[in-house]
């Protein structure tokens, strides 16, 4: 049986990967506040998706302010689907 | 899959879709500068008539800047507009974009879809101004080429654009069934341009404020969805 893909089996993580799944781009600000964290906290969790290539990161001004966008790569997209196959197959097992 | 956090991307994706209050004021904009303008234009009659004509051309120069200011800002300002509005009031919530529309098709369609519009609202004008159109029946006779136009726009964008907005159309048109039918919905003839202007941006603006309603509730169950045990501890 597949384990399930620690990067999104992890509470937080599994809900931004699902916030983007529906969504073509979030910025941070929007992460941050919808999921109620902490900027450094989300910070730490997009990076490990970034690491693992399931978010792509856009950086671009608003003036004169910075603005960081992710959107869910194709990877991303794949490995999520693969995640709840895992988990629906583990469930199945169940007596 | 978890049935909550299944729910995630749907509501995600109803919120993102119904952020119109950019729209809604886009909207109340293009209500209130024709209504601005034709009391200017009455003002303006009344003082040129009653003898202080240098203050009368200087209200008609003064509307023929509004007017210009006006056409360009509904041929390129108004998208640009509502996307700085959307911005601006959401600036709290962060940018969220949904998915979909169909950009190709839309970029194909909108090269003869828009002047095609353009050319039958001066149509309807010369036709008005020949009157060969009665002013009663204005506001249906765009209803003919303006209900299939904004049905056309909802729809080419169906998977970003807020399902409310179809609202807009439908109204415009049960209006146009109304004053056809006899129901006095006409304002004053000497008026007979906000016919138009009234039902057409007052409809679109409360299509827009409903899908911002709509999109607070799906704020709420979206956050409700998606705070994790480390946001709920925050």
């Known amino acids: ?95 | 899959m978890g049935s909550d956090l299944a729910d995630i991307p749907k509501w995600a994706q109803r919120y993102a879709r119904n952020r119109t209050l950019g729209v809604a004021w886009m909207l109340a904009v293009v209500l209130v500068v024709p209504c601005a303008m034709t009391g200017l234009a009455l003002v303006c009659g009344w003082v040129f008539r009653r003898g202080q004509r240098s203050l009368g051309v200087a209200g008609a120069v003064f509307l023929v800047g509004l007017t210009v200011w006006w056409v360009w800002f509904l041929a390129v300002g108004v998208r640009r507009f509502a996307a700085y509005l959307s911005g601006r009031l959401y600036t709290e919530e962060g940018t969220a974009l949904a998915a979909g529309g169909a950009p190709c098709v839309a970029g194909r369609a909108t090269r003869w879809i828009g002047p095609l519009f353009g050319a039958c609202v001066g149509a309807t004008v010369v036709l008005v101004g020949l009157g060969s159109i009665p002013l009663r029946l204005m506001q249906p006779v765009t209803a003919l080429y303006g209900v299939p136009f904004l049905v056309y726009l909802v729809l080419v964008q169906r998977q970003a654009a807020s399902p409310f907005l179809l609202l807009w159309p439908f109204l415009y048109a049960v209006h146009a069934a109304l004053i056809v039918a006899g129901v006095p919905l006409n304002v004053p003839e000497r008026y007979a341009g906000l016919d138009v202007v009234i039902p057409m941006a007052g409809y679109g603006l409360l299509a827009a404020l409903l899908g911002h309603a709509y999109s607070r509730y799906a704020l709420w169950r979206l956050r409700r969805l998606t705070r994790s045990p480390e946001g709920a501890a925050r």
């Not at chain 1, 049986?1 to 941070?28: V, Y």
């Not at chain 1, 792509?56 to 869910?72: H, I, M, Q």
């Open chain 1, 1 to 95: 049986m597949n384990e399930p893909d620690p990067e999104i089996h992890q509470p937080t993580r599994l809900r931004i990967m699902m916030l983007l799944s529906g969504l073509k781009a979030a910025d941070f600000k929007f992460l941050a506040t919808t999921l109620g964290l902490t900027d450094g906290n989300l910070s730490s969790h997009m990076q490990r998706l970034e690491t693992a290539g399931y978010v792509e990161v856009a950086k671009e001004f608003e003036g004169r302010l910075p603005r960081t966008s992710f959107r869910l790569s194709a990877r991303g997209k794949s490995s999520l689907a693969a995640y709840w196959r895992a988990m629906d197959a583990i469930r199945s097992t169940r007596p």
